[in-house]
């Protein structure tokens, strides 16, 4: 019952989207073509990574390899005396081991279709407290959407305040318009200032990044050399990287970032609930070379008691546009 009244609250608590579309099941993997995109999926479960595609095209030129979620890094606000303050923290990730059906679906993997316009292909979780709910996003017009919504808490000490935060990493290796099995993409940062004025430059080597406190508008542009034909990654804008000192004491500090691809590091998430994506030691050169780009996810949930009696979705995810 906690589940049925937990998934009808979050479709109709989520206005973007009408809830009248049937729900399709899926099977555990597969492929598939809708409009101009094409791609495939599977449950990551070796590497606990949630809902992965792999192999997406649009209009039949490459756009990533392999997009993943490997980690939910969640802390409580506690008594904001360390960073160790609170529940946890905790490194959440999405399996077959804790996903689970929707209400009438027959497979752990569920689609739907929006006013012929959007494709939504989805996962649930049931982690500790949290409903989770992973979902990617398939417009015609040539965006692509990755979302997390999550629901609950996992800390009933009182002792401690509720207050938490999950932040989602997104591990997506781009593969822009590769021909062959080796992609060869450079990055450029994107920044739009207070005063309108915009502030470009080209990553060279690898780093992490995030939005400044003078930007309106954070984003990056990954291409082929010398070509026109580029993504372009919007960060979320729901809200900034956790700030030094009480309560979160600088617990997620990016907001993206970029590596090299070495298929040594393609093994989910090494660095506990605590520590922070590595591989930068040192930074490698990455103009030219196949990239793996991270997003950052920050998605507080400020409890309060009508959570008890009326559970709230709370969502955060980058926008992807393909532009060619």
């Not at 479709?11 to 492929?31: D, E, K, M, R």
């Not at 101009?36 to 039949?60: P, Y």
């Not at 399996?95 to 649930?124: K, Q, Y």
Request: proline share 5%; aromatic share 12%; charged share 20%.
């Amino acid at each position: 019952m906690k589940y049925l009244l937990c998934w009808l609250c979050f479709v109709l608590c989520i206005p973007a989207l009408s809830y009248g579309q049937p729900l399709t099941s899926l099977p555990s993997s597969g492929s598939t073509t809708w409009g101009d995109w094409a791609f495939s999926w599977e449950i990551g479960d070796l590497n606990a990574e949630g809902l992965v595609l792999k192999d997406v095209r649009f209009k039949n030129i490459a756009v990533i390899r392999k997009a993943s979620l490997p980690v939910i890094r969640v802390k409580y606000r506690g008594r904001g005396l360390s960073i160790n303050s609170g529940c946890g923290p905790y490194r959440d990730r999405i399996s077959g081991g804790n996903i689970e059906h929707f209400p009438g679906a027959t497979s752990d993997v569920v689609s739907r279709v929006f006013d012929d316009n959007l494709l939504e292909i989805a996962v649930f979780a049931e982690i500790g407290g949290y409903d989770i709910y992973q979902a990617w996003y398939f417009h015609k017009t040539g965006r692509l959407e990755a979302r997390l919504y999550s629901s609950g808490w996992s800390c009933d000490d009182s002792q401690h305040e509720k207050d938490h935060k999950h932040h989602p990493y997104w591990r997506i290796d781009f593969n822009v318009e590769a021909t062959t099995s080796n992609a060869d993409n450079q990055i450029w940062r994107i920044h739009t200032k207070n005063d309108s004025t915009v502030q470009t430059t080209q990553a060279l080597t690898e780093d992490n990044d995030w939005r400044l406190p003078d930007d309106t508008e954070a984003a990056w542009s990954i291409n082929r050399p010398s070509s026109e034909k580029h993504v372009l990654i919007r960060h979320p804008l729901n809200e900034a990287r956790d700030p030094t000192g009480s309560p979160w004491f600088l617990f997620c500090s990016k907001d993206v970032a970029w590596r090299v691809y070495k298929a040594a590091e393609d093994v989910g998430w090494t660095f506990g609930p605590t520590g922070h994506l590595g591989y930068l030691s040192p930074p490698e050169n990455v103009n030219g070379k196949d990239i793996v780009f991270w997003v950052v996810g920050h998605l507080s949930h400020d409890w309060s008691q009508s959570d008890e009696d009326h559970p709230v979705w709370h969502w955060v995810g980058p926008t992807i546009d393909v532009v060619w």
